[in-house]
C-alpha cells in the first residue's frame, strides 16, 4: 500500500463512526464508476440459465453445515 494511503488510513481511524460510514459509502459507491450498464441484465440472465439447469438437472450439494466444516478445517 502507498504511503499516502497509509497516511489516510491512520487519520480516518480518528474519525467517528458516522464519518467512517460516510466515507466508506462513498468509496463503495464510488467503484460502480464505469461498470457496464448492462451488468445487471447480464447478471439477470447467467442466473436464469442457472436456475433452469439445477431445475432441469437435479442438483447434488453438500448441506452448509459440510461445506462450512471443511472451510474451517482448510483456513485454519
Known amino acids: 500500500m502507498s504511503e499516502t494511503a497509509e497516511k489516510l488510513k491512520l487519520e480516518l481511524s480518528q474519525l467517528s463512526a458516522k464519518e467512517r460510514a460516510e466515507i466508506a459509502y462513498f468509496l463503495i459507491h464510488s ?42 478445517e482448510k483456513y485454519s
Open 31 to 72: 467503484l460502480d464508476e464505469g461498470i457496464d450498464d448492462n451488468l445487471e441484465v447480464i447478471w439477470d440472465e447467467e442466473l436464469s440459465q442457472r436456475l433452469d439447469a439445477i431445475n432441469r438437472n437435479p442438483a447434488i450439494g453438500e448441506s452448509a453445515l459440510q461445506v462450512f466444516s471443511e472451510l474451517r
